[in-house]
Antibody, heavy 121, light 106 residues
Framework: EVQLVESGGGLVQPGGSLRLSCVGS????????MDWVRQAPGKGLEWLGR??????????EYAASVQGRFTISRDESQSSLFLQMNSLKTDDTAVYYC????????????WGQGTQVTVSS | DIQLTQSPSSLSASVGDRVTITCRAS??????LAWSQQKPGKAPELLIY???TLQSGVPSRFSGSGSGTDFTLTISSLQPEDVATYFC?????????FGPGTKVDF
């Protein structure tokens, strides 16, 4: 059974940093693209970035809104995905989801339960 | 960036009704479109990918069609557990984008 468990969310001040973690089980992380997607309160879904699988050397694509501030990384030995978030703004307040993708042109096919990030002074 | 629009933004229907939701892309995306369902307070779940392929475990009352720029999600007979917001997602090119969602209730 596929599972994704996020952690690391919380309250942070504007300008601060936070690192989210996601542990995957029930599948081999290195075989799949992995996404981060967020959802601000009462809003829709915003794709943040995608790290490709091992055959494509984990190349990562980012949304313009987070390029240069957010970094996606993996630790395959721990079946983990990370989202390092720097220079946080109040607009970054959202639930952050770790999502398993397929391959090229594959959809976001399995979502974690999400972790809340609140940016506020 | 490829923009996705959905219509309607919300709808009210009755149990057993046939429900149709439309997603339009700002440029052609082939069949690289997925539909997901998000129930209140829950994470989204994938329903359909490649425009018309039903994800494993998803009830057959859900179906998808379309290609290019115009796509449709159909629920053939609405059930109480289908109360949710439905999002389309294009995976044709980066950045990946989502539609704004269609809220379905009774």
């Amino acid at each position: 059974e596929v599972q994704l468990v996020e952690s690391g969310g919380g309250l942070v001040q504007p300008g601060g940093s936070l690192r989210l973690s996601c542990v995957g089980s029930g599948f081999i992380l290195s075989d799949y693209y992995m996404d981060w997607v967020r959802q601000a309160p009462g809003k829709g879904l915003e794709w943040l970035g995608r790290t490709k699988h091992k055959p494509e050397r984990y190349v990562t694509e980012y949304a313009a809104s987070v390029q240069g501030r957010f970094t996606i990384s993996r630790d395959e030995s721990q079946s983990s995905l990370f989202l390092q978030m720097n220079s946080l703004k109040t607009d970054d307040t959202a639930v952050y989801y770790c999502v398993k993708g397929g391959g090229p042109h594959g959809p976001s096919d399995f979502w974690g339960q999400g972790t809340q990030v609140t940016v506020s002074s | 960036d490829i923009q996705l629009t959905q219509s309607p933004s919300s709808l009210s229907a009755s149990v057993g009704d046939r429900v149709t939701i439309t997603c339009r892309a700002s440029q052609g995306i082939g069949s690289y479109l997925a539909w997901s369902q998000q129930k209140p307070g829950k994470a989204p779940e994938l329903l359909i990918y490649d425009a018309s392929t039903l994800q494993s475990g998803v009830p057959s009352r859900f179906s998808g069609s379309g290609s290019g720029t115009d796509f449709t999600l159909t629920i053939s007979s609405l059930q109480p557990e289908d109360v949710a917001t439905y999002f389309c997602q294009q995976v044709h090119s980066y950045p990946i984008t989502f539609g704004p969602g269609t809220k379905v209730d009774f």
